[in-house]
C-alpha cells in the first residue's frame, strides 16, 4: 500500500508493463481486497498518488479526473476485478500524459540545440559536449536523444551543415578553399577538402567548376 511503490512505477514504467504490475500489485494485497472499505481506501490513495505524479510534472489534474472518471469510482469498482481494471487505466492515463509531456519537452530542447548549431557551426572548437552544457543536457542522453530524433548522428549533422555552407560559398563567392574552410569551421583546408569530397562526391574545386 506504500504510495512510493505507484510513484516509482510512473517514474520509470513503460505502457507496456502496466498490465504486468497492475496483476502483481493485487496479487501482493491477497484477500484484502475482498473487503469493500479496503478497496475504496486503497483506490483513492492510488488516485491521490497518481494525481498529485501528473500535477508535478506540469500536466493539469482536472483533465486527468476527467477522463479517469474519478467522480465515478464508485460506480465502476464493484470489485477486486473491476478495482484492477481501474487502475490499469488510472496509470495508463498517468503514462500517456508523463510520455507526451516528455515528447514535447524534447522536441523544445532538440530545437534549443539546433538553434545553438545554427549559430556556432562555424567555430572549430564547436562539439557535441559543447552543446549539450549550452541547453543543460548531460552529453549521452543529448546524443542519443539527437540520433532519435534526427535519425543521423549529431556529427553527421554538423558536417551536412557545414557542407551546405560551403556549397554556397563556393557557388555565389570567388573565395579560395582555404577561406571557405575557415568560414565553416575547419582549421585544416586539407581535411576539408577531404570530408567535403568524402559527403558529396567530388572535390570543392570540382563542384564550383560544375556549378
Known amino acids: ?9 510512473l517514474n520509470n514504467g513503460q505502457r507496456t508493463e502496466v498490465d504486468e504490475f497492475v496483476g502483481s500489485y493485487m496479487q501482493g494485497l491477497g484477500e484484502a481486497v475482498a473487503s469493500r472499505l479496503f478497496r475504496d481506501y486503497l483506490l483513492l490513495n492510488i488516485q491521490f498518488t497518481a494525481q498529485a505524479y501528473v500535477e508535478g510534472i506540469g500536466c493539469k489534474q482536472e483533465e486527468f479526473l476527467e477522463t479517469v472518471g474519478a ?14 481494471d481501474y487502475v ?3 496509470l495508463m492515463e498517468a503514462l500517456r500524459l508523463r510520455d507526451e509531456k516528455q515528447q514535447t519537452q524534447g522536441k523544445k530542447v532538440l530545437q534549443n540545440a539546433l538553434d ?3 549559430e556556432n557551426y562555424m567555430q572549430t572548437t564547436l562539439n557535441l559536449n559543447e552543446v549539450a552544457q549550452a541547453i543543460g543536457m548531460s552529453p549521452n542522453y543529448f546524443s542519443g536523444l539527437f540520433s532519435q530524433e534526427m535519425k543521423m548522428t549529431f556529427v553527421e549533422y554538423v558536417t551536412n551543415k557545414r557542407m551546405d555552407q560551403a556549397k554556397r ?4 563567392s570567388d573565395q ?5 574552410a575557415a568560414a565553416v569551421g575547419y582549421k585544416d583546408a586539407h ?3 577531404f570530408v567535403f569530397k568524402k559527403t558529396v562526391g567530388v572535390s570543392p574545386r570540382d563542384w564550383r567548376a560544375k556549378q
Not at 71 to 84: L, S
Request: hydrophobic share 40%; glycine share 4%; aromatic share 10%.
Open 169 to 172: 560559398l563556393l557557388r555565389e
Open 116 to 118: 545553438y548549431i545554427e
Open 176 to 180: 579560395s578553399s582555404a577561406q571557405i
Open 88 to 90: 490499469r487505466m488510472l
Open 71 to 84: 467522480d465515478r469510482i464508485h460506480e465502476m469498482v464493484t470489485g477486486p476485478d473491476t478495482m484492477a
Open 191 to 193: 581535411y576539408f577538402s
Open 1 to 9: 500500500m506504500d504510495p512510493e511503490i505507484i510513484r516509482g512505477f
